[in-house]
Structure formats: C-alpha cells, structure tokens
C-alpha cells in the first residue's frame, strides 16, 4: 500500500501529468487535489497526446478511479470537452468523479477574472489566464460559493444564487459589464446536472475505505510550490495550496497516512506568468531551451519563460514539501548543450543568500552559478542509470544533492517508457 503525492517543485509545468500517468497504471485511486483548468498536464501514451486541465491524469487506466477533490474549482464545460476528446481516442471515461464540495467556475468569474487583471498596473500583472480559477477561490474564502453539490438540489441553488449575484452583478457593474441573470445559470447548471450528476458524489468513504484496505492511491496537484498562495511569489501566484500540505487538505487524507512526496523538478527551470524569475535567460540559451523543450504553456500556448536548475528554489521546496523522492524529467532537453550551469545561490545586494527569500528578495536576486560541462549525446534511449553518460549522471547527482532529496525517476522523453526508475 502506498499513498503518494505527486507535486511540482518548480514553478509549475514540471511534467507531473507525466509521473502520474506512469504511476496510475498501478494506482486503484487518482485524486486531483487542488486548483482548477488554468494549467495543463501533458500526457503522451499509446492512446494520443493529452493536454489536461482538471481530468486526473489516471484517467487512461479504465482500472483507476479519478477523482476531482474538494480542494478543487471546477469549470464542467472545460471538464465535459477534455472528455469528450479522451472519450473519442477510445479510452473510457466512465471512472471520474467529483467531490460534492469542489466549488463551480460560472461565467462570471471568468469575465471578472479578465477584468481584473487587465485593471492592475503592467508591472503588477499576475500573468493569471483568466479561467475565473482566482475570483472562484475568492467566492469560496467568502463563504458565498457554489459548489457541486449544489447543482443537485434546484431549490437550494436558487437561494445560493440570489445570495451571491447581487454582489457578482455589482462587480460586474463596476467593470462595465453585462449582469448575469439567474435564469441562466440555473439553465447552465440544469445542463451540468445532466451530464455529470451521477458523478458528483461525496468522496470521503470511498478514500476511506481505499485508505484502510491499502489501496494505491495519487494525489495529484496542479503548478508548483513558486506559486503556491502562502509559500510561492505572492501576489504572482494561484490561489490555492500545491504542496503536500495542499494534497492533505485538498484530498482530504490526513498528513500522516502520505507515506511518499515525489517533487518533480525540470532538469532546468521554466515558468508562465509574472513575478521574478532569478534564472531566467534572456539569451540564446534560454531561446534554445524553449524551442528544444517545446516550451510553450498547455493551456494558453503562452512562450514559458526559460533559465538554468535553480537549486536555491528547489531546496526550498524540498523543504516546505518534504520530499521522500525527486523525479527529474526533461534531461533529454540539455543533451545538445556544451555547458550547463546550476543556481546555487543568490546574490542580493551585497549579501550572498543560499535561503530563498520572499518575493521582494527574489525580484533583486542575481543568481549565482556553478557551472558543468555537456555530455553532448543523446540521451533518449536511456532506459537505466547505467544507460545514461557519465557525465549526466553526474549533474543529475548533483541535482539530488543541491535538492536534499534521492533520485526516483528521470525522464528522458515524453512517451510513457522513457523513464528511468532508480534503485534507491
């Protein structure tokens, strides 16, 4: 029996999706955690390419059941195309479910998540994708919220809703936008209810009851801790918790029962939206990265911004998260370049720092680099630790030993057998 969460060291887009297809062909349970459709987990296997926003990735073992947890904000029109298109590759999408308690994405937010953000001065710009995932999450620290439950029960939906729009609708007013009318949503919802009514269910006793008979079980969470709402570059962040201490809360499994935190870690760093990014080339190497690593974002197809392992980062997370393993994907990326460098610390002022500072530090940080030398050959058909150039195994060790945490896997390609499992 395992429970493992599966969560991005980074600052998102670390090839989680990734892992957890991989695990999940062994997993009785896959549990989304957090977050909503504002980020996309790509997924490459037999069946096609994927790019997912709220499905679990477990969603292509039909032995696997998915769930779409509490901690969550959900968009069913997002969730019922993503579906459809996995359903049309001929893969089952009979074993998703939704928590009773994940919180409903309207039209509103949506367009008050646009609002918001083209409001803010440039340089204070979050970079969100205007989902609604933000003013969602704000509607749920409000107490004000709908969620999936609600969509189940009419009457109580009406009066959930004449509570909230008056004030959505004054928000709305302010922006210069149109006012949602009732009948609407509830017509929208009545549609929602059709589709994905059987599937809303209450998750705790089945997560119980896999728990206590020692069931495989994922927690898979969406971005990475840099934009965590507590310990990431706030107020650059998401708006909700994908730590380990977010899967807990979000999945609803208590912290000591997690026996195993994967952090997955780029072998050099990327990253979509605002705030400061030490790393970060503005260079032909960071050209290079993104155009070999395809780095374009999931959801969007925003360019990512692109820069060299930042260990100072890393080690934080690894710290906050407790990481049991470290899985590093994305080697195959840096086979082709003659030098390699890796942040180890920070210069801020005239002050050397290996602790990552908050966001202010961060935005004055230069980083401070050690430097190695490319193995220059194809790493991709590498398929065990011995298989891989000395060289790269010597800059993935160093990884592991800047991180403070044990190699488990490295991914060398984006199908599901480039992947090298490590002997601990």
Same mark, same amino acid.
């Given at each position: 029996?395992?429970?493992?969460?599966?969560?991005? #060291?980074?600052?998102?887009?670390?090839?989680?999706?990734?892992?957890?297809?991989?695990? #999940?062909?062994?997993?009785?349970?896959?549990?989304?955690?957090?977050?909503?459709? %504002?980020?996309?987990?790509?997924?490459?296997?037999?069946?096609?390419?994927? #790019?997912?926003?709220?499905?679990?990735?477990?969603?292509?073992?039909?032995?696997?059941?998915?769930?779409?947890?509490?901690?969550?904000?959900?968009?069913?029109?997002?969730?019922?195309?993503? =579906?459809?298109?996995?359903?049309?590759?001929?893969?089952?999408?009979? %074993?998703?479910?939704?928590? =009773?308690?994940?919180?409903?994405? =309207?039209?509103?937010?949506?367009?008050?998540?646009?609002?918001?953000?083209?409001?803010?001065?440039?340089?204070?710009?979050?970079?969100?994708?205007?989902?609604?995932?933000?003013?969602?999450?704000?509607?749920? #620290?409000?107490?004000?919220?709908?969620?999936?439950?609600?969509?189940?029960?009419?009457?109580?939906?009406?009066?959930?809703?004449?509570?909230?729009?008056?004030?959505? %609708?004054?928000?709305?007013?302010?922006?210069?936008?149109?006012?949602?009318?009732?009948?609407?949503?509830?017509?929208?919802?009545?549609?929602?209810?059709?589709?994905?009514?059987?599937?809303?269910?209450?998750?705790?006793?089945?997560?119980?009851?896999?728990?206590?008979?020692?069931?495989?079980?994922?927690?898979?969470?969406?971005? +990475?801790?840099?934009?965590?709402?507590?310990? *990431?570059?706030?107020?650059?962040?998401?708006?909700? %918790?994908?730590?380990?201490?977010?899967?807990?809360? *979000?999945?609803?499994?208590?912290?000591?029962?997690?026996?195993?935190?994967?952090?997955?870690?780029?072998?050099?760093?990327?990253?979509?939206?605002?705030?400061?990014?030490?790393?970060?080339?503005?260079?032909?190497?960071?050209?290079?990265?993104?155009?070999?690593?395809?780095?374009? +974002?999931?959801?969007?197809?925003?360019?990512?911004?692109? *820069?060299?392992?930042?260990?100072?980062?890393?080690?934080?997370?690894?710290?906050?998260?407790?990481?049991?393993?470290?899985?590093?994907?994305?080697?195959?990326?840096?086979?082709?370049?003659?030098?390699?460098?890796?942040?180890?610390?920070?210069?801020?002022?005239?002050?050397?720092?290996?602790?990552?500072?908050?966001?202010?530090?961060?935005?004055?940080?230069?980083?401070?680099?050690?430097?190695?030398?490319?193995?220059?050959?194809?790493?991709?058909?590498?398929?065990?630790?011995?298989?891989?150039?000395?060289?790269?195994?010597?800059?993935?060790?160093?990884?592991?030993?800047?991180?403070?945490?044990?190699?488990?896997?490295?991914?060398?390609?984006?199908?599901?057998?480039?992947?090298?499992?490590?002997?601990?």
């Amino acid at each position: 029996m395992s429970i493992t969460a599966i969560v991005g #060291a980074q600052w998102g887009d670390e090839g989680k999706g990734r892992i957890v297809d991989y695990l #999940a062909q062994k997993a009785n349970l896959v549990i989304r955690y957090q977050g909503g459709d %504002n980020a996309g987990h790509t997924v490459i296997n037999e069946k096609g390419k994927f #790019a997912l926003h709220i499905v679990p990735s477990g969603i292509f073992n039909p032995e696997t059941m998915c769930i779409v947890s509490a901690g969550t904000v959900v968009n069913f029109d997002t969730m019922a195309i993503e =579906l459809d298109a996995i359903h049309a590759s001929g893969v089952t999408t009979d %074993n998703i479910f939704i928590d =009773l308690r994940a919180h409903l994405i =309207l039209p509103f937010h949506k367009l008050l998540d646009g609002a918001e953000e083209e409001s803010r001065k440039e340089n204070w710009a979050v970079g969100t994708t205007k989902r609604g995932i933000g003013p969602c999450y704000s509607d749920k #620290a409000t107490r004000i919220g709908i969620r999936a439950g609600d969509i189940l029960d009419p009457a109580r939906l009406r009066t959930r809703l004449e509570m909230l729009l008056p004030k959505k %609708n004054r928000e709305l007013e302010y922006f210069g936008l149109p006012h949602t009318d009732i009948e609407q949503v509830m017509e929208l919802c009545a549609r929602w209810k059709h589709r994905f009514g059987p599937n809303i269910i209450d998750s705790v006793p089945i997560v119980r009851q896999a728990v206590l008979e020692k069931k495989e079980i994922l927690l898979e969470g969406q971005l +990475g801790i840099m934009r965590d709402l507590d310990w *990431g570059i706030y107020p650059y962040s998401t708006s909700s %918790n994908p730590t380990s201490g977010g899967a807990c809360s *979000g999945a609803g499994i208590a912290p000591s029962r997690i026996d195993t935190v994967v952090g997955v870690v780029k072998a050099y760093s990327s990253s979509v939206g605002g705030g400061p990014f030490p790393t970060e080339l503005l260079d032909s190497d960071g050209e290079k990265l993104r155009a070999v690593g395809a780095e374009y +974002g999931a959801t969007t197809g925003r360019p990512r911004r692109c *820069g060299w392992f930042d260990a100072v980062a890393a080690n934080y997370s690894c710290w906050i998260n407790g990481f049991t393993d470290l899985a590093i994907t994305k080697l195959d990326i840096l086979d082709s370049f003659e030098r390699i460098k890796i942040c180890i610390a920070y210069r801020i002022d005239d002050t050397i720092v290996t602790d990552l500072p908050d966001t202010i530090g961060q935005e004055k940080a230069e980083p401070i680099y050690e430097e190695w030398e490319g193995w220059l050959c194809s790493t991709a058909h590498a398929r065990t630790w011995e298989d891989l150039p000395i060289k790269a195994q010597t800059y993935v060790l160093r990884l592991a030993e800047l991180v403070g945490a044990p190699i488990k896997f490295i991914s060398v390609g984006p199908e599901r057998d480039q992947i090298i499992i490590m002997d601990k």
